[in-house]
């Protein structure tokens, strides 16, 4: 059952999040998580901040908009109640995204509260900013399900399929992987344009770098398998799925796939400025969602419909056995 102005709505908080997901990446990238200090809700210690920072402008808008999306997450999920039947597909995935935003929500307080912002460079940030990511990219994956099944999505099942929903849920550890790597390196670079780490993008890799600085070349070689898997990943899907919504979700998640690799080398090139920093990550949720949308298409199963009562017969018909 489409709800065309629901759909619109899970539409529209799909793009809205993707806009928060670039500032909150823009906040990283200039320096300006602690802006706020340590105080979460509030941004140090007040409602609205008086003659802020430029530091702290930014932070407080991440936090402004976060919010935005929180709400927007509740609304979502109330309209899903009150538009669907109970187990409905789009009700659950309403209920995820609701899930998955609160969770969002505390882990950028503990990233403020245990000070893993800003300059800070330790083990424990890096492990932070991918589960951070992961995170994401569950809030995305959840939010992508409840606008495609309102629009009309079929419902999934994990059985009939043969090794197709194991093949898939490789694709999609694997490209969280590369996100999550991608979200350190990331943190890499910045904290050594800000001078945190000692070196500069133009050092040379060794044993003797950074963790964060080794990133550099572990994220290149983990994209560059993820991204020749999903060749193989994409051959498997049309094999068992000749329609042509599901050739496009494959071929176009392989073409995703290796433009960010080259995206990836662009940014090393120019020494990873913001600008295509942001570039880099837009094109990652990219590469998320059609890997979503990929499997929604490969696992449906057809809506079960219920066969018209036979009509009545009348007259001399209705004598005979």
Same mark, same amino acid.
């Given at each position: 059952?489409?709800?065309?102005?629901?759909?619109?709505?899970?539409?529209?908080?799909?793009?809205?999040?993707? +806009?928060?997901? +670039?500032?909150?990446?823009?906040?990283? !990238?200039?320096?300006?998580?602690?802006?706020?200090?340590?105080?979460?809700?509030?941004?140090? =210690? %007040?409602?609205?901040?008086?003659?802020?920072?430029?530091? &702290? +402008?930014?932070?407080?808008?991440h936090r402004l908009t976060s919010g935005v999306?929180?709400?927007?997450?509740?609304?979502?999920?109330?309209? *899903?109640?009150?538009?669907?039947?109970?187990?409905?597909?789009?009700?659950?995935?309403?209920?995820?995204?609701?899930?998955?935003?609160?969770?969002?929500?505390?882990?950028?307080?503990?990233?403020?509260?245990?000070?893993?912002?800003?300059?800070?460079?330790?083990?424990?940030?890096?492990?932070? &900013?991918?589960?951070?990511?992961?995170?994401?990219?569950?809030?995305?994956?959840? +939010?992508?399900?409840?606008?495609?099944?309102?629009?009309?999505?079929?419902?999934?099942?994990?059985?009939?399929?043969?090794?197709?929903?194991?093949?898939? =849920?490789?694709?999609?550890?694997?490209?969280?992987?590369? =996100?999550?790597?991608?979200?350190?390196?990331?943190?890499?670079?910045?904290?050594? %344009?800000?001078?945190?780490?000692?070196?500069?993008?133009? %050092?040379?890799? =060794?044993?003797?770098?950074?963790?964060?600085?080794?990133?550099?070349?572990?994220?290149?070689?983990?994209?560059?398998?993820?991204?020749?898997?999903?060749?193989?990943?994409?051959?498997?899907?049309? *094999?068992?799925?000749?329609?042509?919504?599901?050739?496009?979700?494959?071929?176009g998640l392989v073409a995703l796939f290796f433009?960010?690799?080259?995206?990836?080398?662009?940014?090393?090139?120019?020494? !990873?400025?913001?600008? &295509?920093?942001?570039?880099?990550?837009?094109?990652?949720?990219?590469?998320?969602?059609?890997?979503?949308?990929?499997?929604?298409?490969?696992? *449906?199963?057809?809506?079960?419909?219920?066969?018209?009562?036979?009509?009545?017969?009348?007259?001399?018909?209705?004598?005979?056995?």
């Amino acid at each position: 059952m489409v709800r065309s102005r629901f759909a619109v709505f899970a539409w529209a908080n799909v793009a809205y999040n993707l +806009l928060v997901i +670039l500032w909150g990446a823009f906040v990283r !990238a200039t320096g300006s998580g602690a802006g706020c200090g340590d105080h979460w809700p509030l941004c140090d =210690g %007040q409602v609205i901040p008086r003659a802020p920072s430029t530091e &702290m +402008l930014i932070e407080f808008t991440h936090r402004l908009t976060s919010g935005v999306a929180l709400l927007g997450a509740v609304a979502l999920l109330v309209w *899903a109640f009150r538009a669907y039947e109970r187990g409905h597909r789009v009700r659950q995935g309403a209920l995820a995204v609701m899930v998955f935003m609160l969770l969002e929500a505390l882990l950028g307080a503990g990233l403020v509260l245990f000070e893993l912002v800003a300059h800070n460079a330790s083990a424990s940030r890096a492990v932070a &900013m991918a589960l951070h990511l992961v995170n994401t990219f569950l809030l995305l994956g959840a +939010l992508t399900l409840t606008a495609w099944w309102a629009s009309g999505g079929a419902p999934v099942s994990l059985r009939g399929h043969g090794r197709l929903p194991w093949l898939l =849920g490789v694709g999609l550890v694997g490209t969280a992987l590369v =996100g999550s790597s991608g979200a350190v390196t990331a943190l890499g670079d910045t904290l050594l %344009q800000h001078g945190v780490l000692p070196g500069g993008l133009n %050092q040379p890799l =060794g044993a003797a770098s950074h963790p964060l600085v080794q990133m550099r070349i572990i994220h290149p070689i983990i994209g560059t398998l993820v991204g020749i898997y999903t060749l193989f990943l994409a051959q498997a899907v049309t *094999a068992r799925r000749s329609e042509l919504l599901a050739r496009g979700f494959a071929w176009g998640l392989v073409a995703l796939f290796f433009l960010q690799i080259l995206l990836g080398g662009l940014n090393v090139t120019l020494k !990873a400025p913001v600008w &295509m920093q942001l570039v880099h990550l837009l094109m990652a949720d990219a590469t998320w969602i059609c890997l979503v949308l990929l499997s929604a298409v490969a696992l *449906a199963v057809p809506e079960e419909r219920t066969a018209p009562a036979p009509l009545p017969r009348t007259g001399p018909a209705a004598l005979r056995p």
